[in-house]
T-cell receptor, first 113, second 111 residues
Framework: DGGITQSPKYLFRKEGQNVTLSCEQNLNHDAMYWYRQDPGQGLRLIYYSQIVNDFQKGDIAEGYSVSREKKESFPLTVTSAQKNPTAFYLC????????????FGEGSRLTVL | EDQVTQSPEALRLQEGESSSLNCSYTVSGLRGLFWYRQDPGKGPEFLFTLYSAGEEKEKERLKATLTKKESFLHITAPKPEDSATYLCAVNSGGSNYKLTFGKGTLLTVNP
């Protein structure tokens, strides 16, 4: 079955450590996105990529980094510069030329102790 | 700047009690309005896309409608399994499909 796989589902880290969240899709979608979700907040865009080897900052990119070396993969690194990294992270993808509906993964919950 | 406001923040219904959720939006040019359902601890699941005022779409007990300023998600005779957070999002244009999301409405349907 086609879909988006995020891993790990739960992650605990100490302050000051960088962590990388994995996102893999087998939908053959061109565009991929990372969103952050906090209680009582809407989804906020961190980074997005429309093509391999290219990506753009979203609304809250500070303290995060990404790479897009393969069409299927869009990993997100939460660096020690991110002031409040504890959150639910969602990866999504969509087909270029489509109507724009995003398909989401199951999410990764990061807790910084 | 695009804005999406959803109301109410939370809604409790009895099984079979129909109601509506509201999504009001301000965008420079609407290229699509999206409804998603999100279960606790899961990623959002796509429900509908609406493009122009007057458009309606249905899926089981859900019907989404669109005007020039807002969208409604009507829930007819809901069941407990309809309990979830419903998210509304807009795409204001461009080929990057950057969506602006509302904060969601938490729907609880009691048996």
């Amino acid at each position: 079955d086609g879909g988006i796989t995020q891993s790990p589902k739960y992650l605990f880290r100490k302050e000051g450590q960088n962590v990388t969240l994995s996102c893999e899709q087998n939908l053959n979608h061109d565009a991929m996105y990372w969103y952050r979700q906090d209680p009582g907040q809407g989804l906020r865009l961190i980074y997005y990529s429309q093509i391999v080897n290219d990506f753009q900052k979203g609304d809250i990119a500070e303290g995060y980094s990404v790479s897009r070396e393969k069409k299927e993969s869009f990993p997100l690194t939460v660096t020690s510069a991110q002031k409040n990294p504890t959150a639910f992270y969602l990866c999504a993808s969509t087909r270029q030329g489509g109507s724009g509906e995003l398909f989401f993964g199951e999410g990764s919950r990061l807790t910084v102790l | 700047e695009d804005q999406v406001t959803q109301s109410p923040e939370a809604l409790r219904l009895q099984e079979g009690e129909s109601s509506s959720l509201n999504c009001s939006y301000t965008v420079s040019g609407l290229r699509g309005l999206f409804w998603y359902r999100q279960d606790p601890g899961k990623g959002p699941e796509f429900l509908f896309t609406l493009y122009s005022a007057g458009e309606e779409k249905e899926k089981e007990r859900l019907k989404a409608t669109l005007t020039k300023k807002e969208s409604f998600l009507h829930i007819t005779a809901p069941k407990p399994e309809d309990s979830a957070t419903y998210l509304c999002a807009v795409n204001s244009g461009g080929s990057n499909y950057k969506l602006t999301f509302g904060k969601g409405t938490l729907l609880t349907v009691n048996p």
